[in-house]
C-alpha cells in the first residue's frame, strides 16, 4: 500500500517538469525521501539533456516577449506571485518540511514569509532595475542607461542529490 503525503495522497506521484508551459513527466524518476523520517514523499522527473535544452529554448522563446514587459505589468506579476505565495503559505511550508526536514518555525515562521516579502520587494524595485537617469560632468547634460535582461540562463541545484549521497554512506 502506497505512503500518503499531502501533495495528492500517494507516494506514486511523480512531480512533473515544467517545460513551455507544460508538465512533462520523464520516464526516469528519482525518490524524494524525507530526511525526517526516511519516508518516500514522491517521486520527481528528470531531466535530460534533451529536457533541459527544450527548457533553455522556451525560455528563449519567451525571453523575448519578456524583455519587452512594461515595468508596470512586471510589477504586477511580482505582486500577484507574493499573494499567491502568502494565500499558499501552510501548504508550502508542508512541503519544505517534508522535503528538507526544516523545522516548522524555519519554514512556515521564516522562509514562507521572507520569500513573499522579497518578491513584494523585487516588485517596488522594478521601475529603478529598468533604467536611471544619470548626470554628466558638463553642465545641463545628462544621460539615461537602460537596463535590459541578460539572456536565458540554465542553473542546476543539485539540493536532493547531496542528501542522496549522504544517506548513502
Excluded at 522527473?45 to 529554448?57: G, M, R
Excluded at 513584494?120 to 545628462?142: P, Q
Aim: net charge negative; charged share 20%.
Amino acid at each position: 500500500m502506497a505512503e500518503t503525503n499531502g501533495t495528492n495522497g500517494s507516494s506514486s506521484y511523480n512531480v512533473p517538469l515544467w517545460i513551455n508551459g507544460k508538465e512533462v513527466t520523464t520516464p526516469t524518476t528519482f525518490d524524494v525521501i524525507s530526511p525526517s523520517n526516511s519516508k518516500l514523499l514522491w517521486h520527481c522527473s528528470s531531466a535530460s539533456t534533451d529536457d533541459a535544452t527544450a527548457a533553455v529554448e522556451a525560455a528563449q522563446k519567451a525571453y523575448n516577449s519578456w524583455r519587452k514587459t512594461k515595468p508596470v505589468k512586471v510589477r504586477e506579476i511580482f505582486l500577484k506571485a507574493a499573494e499567491i505565495i502568502d494565500r499558499r503559505a501552510e501548504e508550502l511550508g508542508s512541503y519544505m518540511e517534508e522535503e528538507t526536514g526544516a523545522p516548522d518555525i524555519f519554514a512556515k515562521g521564516f522562509n514562507v514569509p521572507s520569500t513573499s516579502e522579497m518578491v513584494r520587494d523585487l516588485a517596488g524595485r522594478v521601475s529603478g532595475i529598468m533604467g536611471s537617469i544619470i548626470n554628466c560632468a558638463e553642465d545641463g547634460t545628462s544621460a539615461l542607461v537602460f537596463k535590459e535582461p541578460y539572456g536565458v540562463v540554465l542553473g542546476i541545484a543539485p539540493w536532493q542529490l547531496g542528501v542522496a549521497a549522504a544517506r548513502r554512506q
